[in-house]
């Protein structure tokens, strides 16, 4: 087997054996990184990069409001509302290649990241 489906066959076991706490940080560390590279890309011209690198952040966004019981908690609402927001913002970023726009998104989203790897932390220690 060669290196890069090694690589791919121990990235799908990853995601095949996460909890759901760890693919939630997966997706938040993906789209993270996604925004910054995508933020990057912006600046330095390459759009096709940006645009792929948007697109893939937006379908994480995605993925993570489907994914969401709105019904579970009282902040999952609000957080729905986030994720909408975040969705129309860097559909515009993109089409309007605003780095700025990417920049914001990133800035809501770190502090999130950050906040559900300590519940997931908390959890698994309780």
Not at 92 to 115: M, Y
Request: aromatic share 6%; glycine share 6%.
């Amino acid at each position: 087997m060669t290196a890069p489906n090694l690589r791919n066959r121990y990235l799908q076991d990853s995601i095949n054996t996460a909890s759901p706490a760890k693919l939630l940080m997966m997706l938040y560390d993906r789209l993270i990184l996604d925004l910054m590279q995508g933020e990057e890309a912006i600046r330095a011209g390459e759009l096709e990069n940006a645009h792929e690198k948007l697109t893939h952040a937006q379908e994480i966004i995605i993925e993570l409001r489907v994914s969401l019981e709105v019904d579970a908690w009282s902040g999952a609402p609000g957080l729905a509302n986030l994720y909408g927001y975040l969705i129309t913002e860097l559909i515009g970023a993109n089409i309007g290649k605003d780095a700025d726009r990417v920049a914001v998104c990133r800035g809501f989203l770190e502090p999130l990241r950050d906040a559900w790897r300590e519940a997931a932390a908390t959890a698994v220690v309780d």
